[in-house]
């Protein structure tokens, strides 16, 4: 079962550009991890950065959790954030249609 995870960067007052910088840097890293299926950072209407990831199992992200990447990334993020990062790690319930109901990353 694959397993969805959210994460909510709140940067230090005019330290957006540089808090944006460093979650981009990780990306490559994240991306080439064993079951990684989604990685992406947006901005949002509040002034957070919201990470949205999806990995294929429990025990991915538990590796991930529990790997080089996200150590550099923790280390790297850390002098831009005005608080804890909020993360929500979720089980999908996929409703309705695919494309509608489930989040997924769409190959081209």
Known sequence: MSVVVVAVFSPLE???PELRAALRAGIAAAHAERGCL???I???DDGTI???EKWESRADLDAHAEGAA???LRRDVAPFL???VLVTTMTPLPEG???QGL???ITT
């Open 97 to 99: 249609t695919v494309e």
């Open 42 to 44: 947006h901005d949002a």
């Open 50 to 52: 919201v990470m949205i």
């Open 14 to 16: 005019g330290r957006r």
């Open 103 to 105: 989040l997924h990353h």
């Open 38 to 40: 989604l990685y992406a």
């Open 70 to 72: 996200i150590d550099g």
């Open 82 to 84: 005005a608080k804890e």
